[in-house]
Each structure stands twice: as C-alpha cells, then as structure tokens.
C-alpha cells in the first residue's frame, strides 16, 4: 500500500480491512466525515492553490485540514481510484435549477457490479454515509433519509435528495457526464469569487459525530444529536477555540 494512503487510514482512524471492497466503504465514508471537516477557512482566509492530488494530500493528510465539495469529493475520488474502484466525479447544481452557480458541487460516481452509485464526502451535514444507489430506495444515516431519484424534466438528469422528518430538506441536480480537474478548479475560483457563493462570506465549520453532526459559524455553535438541535451565540474567541478543539483547525486571521 502506498503510503500516502497508510497516512490517510491513519488521519481518519480508519481500523479495518486495508483490503478494501465495496462492502467496507460505509466505514470508510463514516470514518472520513468524522474526521475531515467540511470547512471554508482557506476561502475566508483568502488562501488559495490549484486543486490537484498532490496539494489535497497535504491539505487533508499531512496538514489534517478539511475542505469543501471541491476539495473533499475530489480527494476521495483518488483514494478510491488508488483502491481499485471504478469511479468518476461529476457536477450538480445545489438548490434549484435556476441557480446562478450551476454544477458547482462535486461528487463522485462509482460503478460496482453493473450498479451505480453516488459518493458524496463534501455536502456538509448532507451525507448519506454510504453509497447510494440510483434504485430510488431510501438509505438513512445519523444526518437523515437520501435517495436518488431521476428528474421528470430531463432524460439525462437525477436529483438528490435529502429528507428530515419525512420532509426534503436538501437536494442538488446532476448528469453523469464525467467532469476533471480543470473543472473542480472552476469550481473553485467560483465559489472563492462570486457575489452569489454562500462560502466566501463567513466562517463555517460542519463535522459528523456519532448521534449527528456539530456547526460552527462565525458567531454560533450547533450540535445536533439524535434529531435534538441545540444552538448557542457564541463570541470570537469562542469560535477560534472550539475550532481548535472540535476541528483541530487553528484561525489564523478571525477578528471581531
């Protein structure tokens, strides 16, 4: 095994079969939101470096820094392309349709067995924590209820969802059309930019726990676990301890 990848199991406290099939990966996808944030620091920081394996592994490995979908999906897809899964990474559009920043998430297809399946790492408290299959079945973690369904209004598009309480509560657009790394890096310079992103204006921190998942903004501090939601105002230098605390992430630049 290559040890970029020994140093990732390590990262993520993964203790299981280093042989890795399909049948391991909900313990590799759990262990991976575990301990990676989905986070904007670098955005809000204003730091930035072209998004490829070499850079993502120093980031999330040897740094032990989180990301967003640009940067979480994407490392993920070389982790399992290393293991030997057929895998993709594609583009949808958060939100509705008519969305001014269209196919700026990243996710993966994996094809096993002559089934597909999305993997998705990198959509903040919105994982399904295992691969989910175009079946249209419902597969539920400690975040909610996901599915993936295909669009009635175009052929060659499907929708995932997310439901809380039998309700949706999040869901993106997406083809199957394969997407690269000039791509993901347009994803990048979009979300770090433009006057629309919802990443480029303050602090967000989201890690997945045991009973659910914790939040951290620039002046509040969520957990919610077992469905139970509790939400605290919290001042600066709160946040930078609780982000050194719960995320192992130091702010460099956070300022009242």
């Keep these: 095994m290559k040890q970029w990848l020994s140093a990732f199991f390590e990262r993520i406290q993964y203790r299981g079969n280093e042989q890795i099939t399909f049948y391991e990966l909900p313990q590799l996808m759990e262990q991976f939101a575990k301990h990676v944030p989905f986070e904007n620091v670098d955005v809000i920081e204003k730091r930035d470096f072209v998004i490829e394996q070499n850079s993502l592994q120093e980031k ?3 740094n032990a820094r989180g990301g967003l979908c640009y940067e979480l999906n994407p490392f993920f897809y070389y982790v399992l392309k290393e293991l030997g899964f057929s895998v993709s990474m594609f ?3 958060v939100g509705e349709r008519n969305s001014p920043l269209q196919k700026t998430h990243i996710a993966i297809l994996l ?3 002559n089934e597909k399946y999305v993997i998705d790492v990198g959509f903040g408290s ?4 295992k691969p989910l299959p175009f079946t249209g079945e419902f597969v539920t973690s400690v975040t909610g209820s996901y599915r ?11 929708i995932y969802e997310k439901y809380v309480n039998n309700e949706r509560a999040s869901r993106y657009f997406f083809t199957l059309d394969p997407i690269d790394e000039a791509h993901v890096n347009h994803v990048k310079d979009l979300i770090m930019t433009h006057p629309k992103s919802n990443f480029n204006k303050s602090l967000l921190l989201i890690k997945i726990t045991e009973q659910g998942h914790m939040t ?5 501090f969520t957990t919610v676990e077992n469905g139970k939601r509790n939400k605290r105002e919290i001042d600066i230098e709160t946040v930078k301890r609780l982000s ?8 460099q630049h956070m300022t009242n």
């Design 91 to 93: 583009a949808g559009t």
């Design 60 to 62: 999330i490995v040897t």
């Design 126 to 129: 919105n994982l399904s924590l």
């Design 244 to 251: 050194e605390e719960e995320f192992g992430i130091t702010l």
């Design 148 to 158: 993936i369904v295909p669009s009635e209004e175009n052929d060659d598009e499907f």
């Design 216 to 220: 951290l903004t620039d002046h509040s």
């Design 111 to 113: 094809q096993h067995e």
